[in-house]
């Protein structure tokens, strides 16, 4: 079965530095997506992306992030300079087109820890 | 986006049959249900997803009645490995982005 793969699978970082989360989402599909889920909390939206663009970000998405398809396979999330909250799971997702709707499938997450 | 609730907790035995109720009054005409099951620090995995009636795969039921109101995730002879949390996601599927805004789920513990 075709899945998201995500890399690295830990992280820990020093608070200010500039993290790259990298995805690989499944061949054929079309839309990209970031989630993160905070320790003990719910599953929270960040961003889409689509055509190269974003096409929807939530408030926790500002400027200091980013995301990139930099060639034909990887997705990627950048945090600028990393707070002591951006510690969490991020996790990659993508979906396609389809006739009955479009599943999105999520990678087994980044877990990132800022010190 | 419709809004979903869901039990915040529930609990089960090994071999019995689980299901967990999640209400969309608000539900759109354009809307899909999904379901979603998690494990610690792992990623939200795809269960099933419907539009009205009933849907079955190899892992779960689906059942949406007619007003599409509400919807029944059915777990036929639960495992302790089925231990998880669950997620109801209701969103607009006709075109080709959709964007899930997951819940607090409802938390099953399958007891021995």
């Known amino acids: 079965e075709p899945e998201v793969t995500q890399t690295p699978s830990h992280q820990v970082t020093q608070m200010g530095q500039e993290v790259i989360l990298r995805c690989v989402p499944i061949?054929?599909?079309?839309?990209f997506y970031w989630y993160r889920q905070i320790l003990g909390q719910k599953v929270e939206f960040l961003v889409s992306?689509?055509?190269?663009?974003?096409?929807?970000k939530s408030e926790i998405f500002d400027d200091q992030f980013s995301v990139e398809r930099p060639d034909g396979s990887n997705f990627t999330l950048k945090i600028r300079s990393t707070k002591l909250e951006d510690s969490a799971m991020y996790f990659c997702a993508s979906s396609g087109v389809g006739s009955y709707g479009n599943t999105i499938y999520f990678g087994e997450g980044s877990w990132l820890t800022v010190v | 986006l419709a809004k979903t609730t869901q039990p915040i907790s529930m609990d089960s035995y090994e071999g019995q049959e689980v299901n967990i109720t999640c209400s969309h009054n608000n539900i759109a005409t354009n809307d899909y249900i999904t379901w979603y099951q998690q494990f610690p620090s792992q990623g939200p995995r795809f269960i099933i997803q419907g539009y009205k009636t009933k849907v079955t795969n190899e892992v779960a039921s689906l059942f949406i009645p007619a007003d599409r109101k509400s919807s029944t995730l059915s777990l036929p002879r639960v495992s302790l490995s089925d231990t998880a949390v669950y997620y109801c996601l209701v969103g607009d599927r006709t075109g080709g982005y959709n964007k899930l805004i997951f819940g607090a789920g409802t938390r099953l513990a399958v007891h021995p």
């Open positions: 061949s054929n599909h079309l839309y």
């Open positions: 992306f689509y055509n190269n663009e974003i096409s929807e």
